[in-house]
């Protein structure tokens, strides 16, 4: 028979339970004892959810308080000293690596001062994860109470036999880095940690696991050869533990292995393995000829990143295929990856229009369409056959709806042309109908676009939602704000600037809830990191522009004020990148719909008297596909091209920014000077100066502001410290090139150390002007 399995179950619970008890116990407010019980809770009804779904393999050890990875270095013991100097309780090492802690003496306790580890994003989701960081010498030990045993249990107790999950040892080190100062190249810590691998498979088996799941995600990427290398040696390892130690089922999730094909030709005696088939469905041919004659297949065919229904017809000729070459006792039907990337159920969902809430399966609705597949395959379709037409006509219903084919908007696409990517004119001639309007100083200084966002814009913005105070007075509000700000920045001496984005809840959000093509869940929360949650717009059908989404604010902060007013929009691969995406149709297309409905937004700005326009990009480097090679550069171009799209229909007097939250151009430096922008702001006040050498090396002709301190921190820089920053800058960049602005927006900071901090900035913009 084919069996059914999830290679891993969101965390938080339906209500976002786990974020809610692990911040309460942050604040001091529960014991850990109650957040413990509660972990083990949801633990229980996770498992109990997948059980009541038919699956016959269920994850465990998948649950993490804060993140999986985390929890997998106070596993091993890869603690650097400076936590584990401090003698915490597990719990509070454990969240002290996570984000940092700080502390008072307290009688005997010493004070406790120590930053987080870093923190980066897991492969190209949205998702974060605790990087392992090594010592030279490091060493490891196990956990006397091993996690993964001890949850294992807790799931035996309940009557499931769970399939305990793992990050792999090759992935575990080649993710992780040498702590600052040291050298160390991860991988030649494996032989050290392999036999702690081992102790803990032998401890699973002793406690009844038949299987295990071991995670191995860096198979989709390009390695290094001595990393690749090491797959063999490791599993030849934990494969001779035989019979003593649970059957070895290899996953992979987020691309195709093809190109380490000659990895898995090594693993032979590994049980299982794991691929993901939404991603990369043409995957399937090669795995299946390299697999070997008792090897099963674990088809990933519903998707562990996105919230569509999945298409049964489909799936079940991927399952079926697979079930041809090897029979229905090697086939294992599965989510893609982990489903902790999809919202927990759809049943949360009350105001969704039933039309499109039909299309949708959030993470426990995947679970059924799961067993309803590996039932499908094994006992024919005829065991299954209402919900097979149930969701062929979802599907149908999807594939004619009127969202999903807006002619107007398809009429648009076809009709676009090559001209409408290009300005009228290059740079130089620009840039000088710029000035003109503009009437700029040296080393003009402006912000990125969000001002503080107090208590006093959330309350007011709570009250417009639930209907408390009617659109007019809350335009009034947002009017006096805007003045307010303007005020501010007169005082400043700013040189361009900005309405400060009162009205706005979240960057996507905002332009999400004005187009056409977009809907929104009330609960759909996704775990971004520790106990973070965001919840991503859904684009449910072809994009477009109904009325002017920003015009009316920039407009009336530009007619209020002596200086020129910057408009302020989200670029179309950022509103791409933070919503969950179509699936029926290319990513491209859907960034050229954005791009078109926010090219209308840019002329309308234009004619409103706002000659400068920012398209903020932050998200375009995190789209970018984990290999080099043809992916990559056809993503640049589908990406640039629509930046383009979105911002060339403007005169040459008219100025485009873009701006980016970090300043690492290196791999993809052509494609940023492709975008054409006449003006960009970096972040740079953390990194190396040196990032912005690249600009001199490709000799970068347009202006550049790349930010000159730190937004993230409420600590004021100084006039010295901004002047030395632009002293540094100046090796790079020409005087006539450089803006001056902070790093990001300056939304999260208060007033009182945003106007210090600009007061010092726009003094040191002045001294260089002085000087030159
Ligand atoms: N304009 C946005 C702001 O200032 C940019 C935010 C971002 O880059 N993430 O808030
Ligand atoms: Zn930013």
């Not at 597990?90 to 802690?101: N, S, T, V």
């Not at 005696?269 to 795995?287: C, F, G, K, M, W």
């Not at 009429?411 to 710029?434: G, L, Y």
Request: hydrophobic fraction near 40%.
């Amino acid at each position: 028979m084919v069996q059914s399995s999830v290679l891993g179950f969101p965390r938080m619970g339906a209500n976002r339970e786990l974020k809610k008890a692990t911040e309460a116990y942050w604040a001091g407010k529960t014991t850990k004892e109650e957040l413990l019980n509660e972990g083990k809770r949801l633990r229980l009804e996770h498992w109990k959810i997948q059980k009541d779904a038919g699956i016959d393999i269920i994850p465990s050890n998948d649950f993490a308080f804060y993140d999986q990875v985390l929890s997998q270095i106070q596993l091993f013991g890869v603690v650097p000293e400076r936590y584990t100097k401090y003698n915490l309780d597990p719990i509070d090492e454990y969240f002290a690596m996570g984000r940092g802690l700080q502390r008072p003496a307290d009688g005997d306790k010493p004070a406790v001062d120590v930053p987080a580890l870093e923190m980066v994003k897991w492969f190209d989701s949205n998702y974060h994860y605790v990087k392992p960081t090594l010592q030279d010498n490091q060493s490891f030990k196990l956990d006397s109470n091993p996690k993964p045993v001890v949850e294992f249990l807790e799931a035996k107790e309940a009557g499931i036999i769970t399939r305990p999950v793992l990050l792999g040892p090759v992935s575990f080190l080649h993710l992780g880095k040498p702590d600052r100062g040291q050298s160390i190249d991860p991988i030649d810590a494996l032989d050290k940690l392999l036999p702690l691998y081992s102790d803990l498979l032998k401890q699973l088996k002793d406690a009844g696991a038949e299987t295990v799941q071991i995670d191995e995600p860096i198979l989709v990427y390009d390695l290094p050869e001595k990393v690749k290398a090491a797959f063999k040696p490791a599993y030849e390892k934990l494969g001779s533990l035989g019979s003593s130690a649970p059957k070895i089922v290899l996953a992979t999730y987020f691309g195709d292995i093809v190109h380490n094909i000659d990895v898995l030709e090594n693993l032979k005696s590994l049980y299982a393995i794991h691929i993901d088939l939404v991603r990369n469905p043409e995957q399937l041919d090669t795995v299946l000829a390299a697999l070997g004659p008792n090897q099963i297949l674990s088809a990933g065919v519903v998707d562990g990143r996105n919230i569509w229904k999945t298409n049964f017809q489909k799936a079940i000729e991927k399952v079926e295929a697979a079930v041809q070459k090897l029979g229905k006792d090697r086939v294992i039907v599965a989510s893609s990856s982990s489903l902790l990337h999809t919202p927990h159920t759809l049943k949360s969902e009350k105001n969704l229009d039933p039309e499109i809430a039909d299309w949708f399966s959030f993470a426990s609705e995947k679970t059924v369409e799961i067993a309803t597949i590996a039932k499908a395959v094994t006992e024919g379709p005829a065991s299954v056959r209402e919900a097979l037409e149930a969701n062929a006509k979802s599907q149908q219903a999807r594939a004619s709806s009127k969202r999903t084919n807006d002619q107007a908007v398809k009429e648009r696409q076809q009709n676009v042309t090559p001209e409408q990517h290009n300005r009228k004119s290059e740079f130089p001639v620009r840039i000088a109908a710029q000035q003109k309007r503009l009437n700029l100083p040296l080393f003009p200084t402006t912000t990125i676009g969000s001002f503080p966002q107090t208590k006093e814009i959330r309350i007011q913005r709570n009250k417009f939602t639930k209907g408390e105070i009617s659109a007019a007075e809350y335009e009034k509000f947002i009017e006096k704000e805007i003045q307010d700000v303007v005020k501010i920045q007169e005082e400043l001496g700013l040189d361009v600037f900005v309405h400060g984005e009162p009205e706005r809840n979240d960057m996507v959000q905002y332009f999400g809830e004005r187009l056409n093509g977009y809907a929104f869940t009330t609960n759909g929360w996704v775990q971004s990191y520790g106990s973070r949650c965001v919840r991503p717009p859904i684009v449910v059908g072809d994009i477009s522009r109904p009325a002017p989404m920003t015009v009316k604010e920039s407009k009336y902060a530009a007619s209020i004020s002596k200086k020129p007013m910057k408009g302020m929009l989200t670029g179309p691969i950022t509103c791409l990148r933070w919503s969950f995406p179509r699936d029926d149709v290319h990513q491209s297309v859907q960034a050229q719909q954005l791009a078109l409905a926010l090219r209308d937004e840019v002329v309308d700005l234009e004619q409103g008297g706002v000659y400068v326009i920012q398209v903020d990009e932050p998200a375009l480097r995190e789209g970018l596909p984990l290999r080099k090679g043809k992916e990559r550069t056809d993503y640049l171009k589908w990406a640039v091209d629509a930046f383009r799209l979105a911002t060339a229909g403007v005169e040459d007097g008219t100025q485009i920014h873009s701006h980016f939250c970090y300043s690492e151009f290196q791999d993809f430096f052509y494609a940023i000077a492709a975008l054409d922008a006449d003006v960009l702001s970096i972040e740079n006040s953390k990194s190396d100066a040196k990032l912005l050498k690249v600009f001199v090396d490709e000799a970068y002709p347009r202006h550049i502001g790349p930010g000159v301190y730190d937004i993230h921190s409420p600590r004021v820089p100084s006039q010295q410290e901004i002047h030395d920053r632009i002293q540094e800058m100046l090796q790079y960049l020409k005087p006539e090139q450089l803006w001056i602005d902070p790093d990001c927006g300056l939304k999260t900071r208060q007033w009182k150390e945003t106007k210090a901090a600009l007061t010092n900035m726009v003094n040191a913009a002045k001294a260089f002007r002085a000087q030159y």
